[in-house]
């Protein structure tokens, strides 16, 4: 039987997050060819009053980690958002990545039926496991991992959607 | 039997492109409230060689419409790609849109396993349907509704998290 809660969900954010620390290798690389500050480019920002580059990684990361613990009937991590650097903000994605990795695919059997409850912008709702992946992880988690990739690219730093998306 | 290659797919595309035309909406309101012509948003690019805002929204259909097909053995249907304004971008997207209902949730069972074929960068290579979905169809989808998105609030046009996302 496929278990496709399972492969719609960790393998995905492990590639997607994959991708996103070497984004960030590049964005890193950038700043010392340029001679510009690192901190420049962690706080860019598309608009003054979006998330800037650092945020926006570490909300992307959170989304795998809650999808990875709710689905599996567990208590999401919390970590505690002080990341400046780039090299910080990569061991917060490769935490996050050990943590979503944790979870045998066995036990996101059934996970689309499970009931979800999060809070929402201060309301308790309830969703089944299928609907809180499709309509809430998955949308949420690729708006942060693509700002943070348009981000750098609005920037400057060479970046292809070969690095957002690769390997096939 | 729950039907997670539906659920994942069709519903995903319906809500998305359907916030992605009342997100066009906000940015046509905002250039007739700023007297700006509209070809200057439609144009519009993060990046000098990042796709313009009228890409973003055509491709970001064009693999709604691909994998509706697909999953369900039907060829693609072919779009002349000639859209110049905001109120054609629409049109395009209420043509996805009942092209992609169009097809019975039935159609999709065992779609997970399909074999899919399709070209990419002039090679012609083979996947199962949910990896299909999962790292082609899903990132490339969200990638370009995001940096649509992305691009008018870039700027200026007022939108918030919630036109992206909701309803939930």
């Known amino acids: 039987m496929s278990n496709l809660m399972y492969s719609m969900s960790v393998p995905v954010f492990v590639r997607m997050l994959g991708n996103l620390s070497a984004i960030l290798d590049k964005g890193a690389a950038y700043a010392e ?12 920002r ?12 570490r909300i992307a990361g959170d989304y795998a980690k809650g999808a990875a613990a709710r689905l599996t009937g567990n208590e999401p991590p919390k970590y505690e958002d002080s990341e400046t650097t780039f090299a910080e903000l990569k061991a ?9 990795q944790s979870h045998a695919p066995e036990s996101f059997q059934g996970s689309d039926e499970r009931d979800i409850e999060l809070k929402i912008r201060g309301e308790m ?11 809430i992880v998955l949308p949420n988690f690729y708006f942060h991992v693509t700002t943070a990739y348009g981000i750098l690219r609005h920037n400057g730093v060479e970046l292809g959607k070969a690095d957002f998306v690769n390997p096939l």
């Open 33 to 44: 060819a340029k001679k510009i500050e690192p901190a420049v480019l962690l706080n860019a």
């Open 92 to 100: 917060r994605i490769a935490r996050t990545l050990e943590y979503v």
């Open 125 to 135: 709702r309830r969703f089944k496991g299928a609907h809180y992946l499709a309509h």
């Open 46 to 57: 598309l608009y003054p009053d979006m998330f800037p580059l650092t945020l926006q990684v």
